[in-house]
């Protein structure tokens, strides 16, 4: 699986739009972007995955660039649930069922 | 519908001793993991199940074994604890190819468990 790279925090005010990117420059033809997020201490949770196209869904919106070099997860309105670490995952959809997960990023939303 | 259940959800256990950590899931799933997540760590896969009967070792397999005991359980089993499995463990499954749920794994809430 590619790898990813991703800052370690970010911080955004409540009811804005938070950007959270993440790079995986070896990304290969067949690996998929997933974005999972993981609230204090509960398990992770599925938000979104793309192959090349931009994807959205009730949750948020992934942009993915069009060399797959890099992608961005959107919370259009973020709120203070949205509190977690988000972690992105380069990982082919068939074949290959085991996800890597890296230390993502701390999305804080502030008040 | 329950999702993914863990069982216990707190355990502390002296050096040298075995337990198993249970997991099940209601979604009749073919694909279950086994992950450990160290603090301040990303999660890291230990061993994963594709199909009832089936197992494979995942990225730390080390000081673990797996049964996959039907197409809902799934057991993870430490024979001889060491301060280095403290760790909390979660289980997950996924959903079958063709199904909308195929590209979501679903996590239960995991097991905390400290080995002194």
């Known amino acids: 699986d590619a790898k990813t790279t991703q800052p370690p925090s970010m911080d955004c005010a409540e009811g804005r739009a938070a950007n959270l990117p993440c790079n995986h420059s070896?990304?290969?033809?067949?690996?998929?972007v997933y974005w999972y997020r993981q609230i204090h201490s509960q398990g992770p949770q599925y938000i979104i995955h793309?192959?090349?196209n931009n994807e959205t869904n009730e949750m948020a919106s992934l942009i993915i660039t069009e060399d797959r070099k890099s992608s961005t997860l959107i919370l259009p309105h973020a709120t203070l649930r949205d509190t977690a670490v988000y972690y992105c995952?380069?990982?082919?959809?068939?074949?290959?069922?085991?996800?890597?997960f890296g230390t993502g990023t701390r999305l804080t939303i502030i008040p | 519908n329950a999702g993914v259940t863990q069982t216990p959800k707190f355990q502390v256990l002296k050096t040298g001793q075995s337990m198993t950590l249970q997991c099940a899931q209601d979604?009749?799933?073919?694909?279950m993991y086994w992950y450990r997540q160290d603090p301040g760590m990303g999660l890291r896969l230990i061993y994963y199940s594709a199909s009832e009967g089936t197992t494979d070792k995942g990225e730390v397999p080390n000081g673990y074994n797996v049964s996959r005991l039907n197409k809902r359980e799934f057991s993870l089993r430490l024979e001889s604890a060491a301060p280095s499995q403290t760790s909390v463990y979660f289980c997950a499954s996924k959903g079958t190819l063709g199904l909308p749920s195929y590209n979501e794994q679903f996590f239960g809430p995991g097991t905390r468990l400290t080995v002194l």
């Open positions: 979604m009749n799933h073919n694909s």
């Open positions: 995952i380069a990982n082919p959809n068939f074949g290959n069922e085991k996800l890597t």
């Open positions: 070896t990304i290969s033809g067949n690996e998929y």
């Open positions: 793309g192959l090349k």
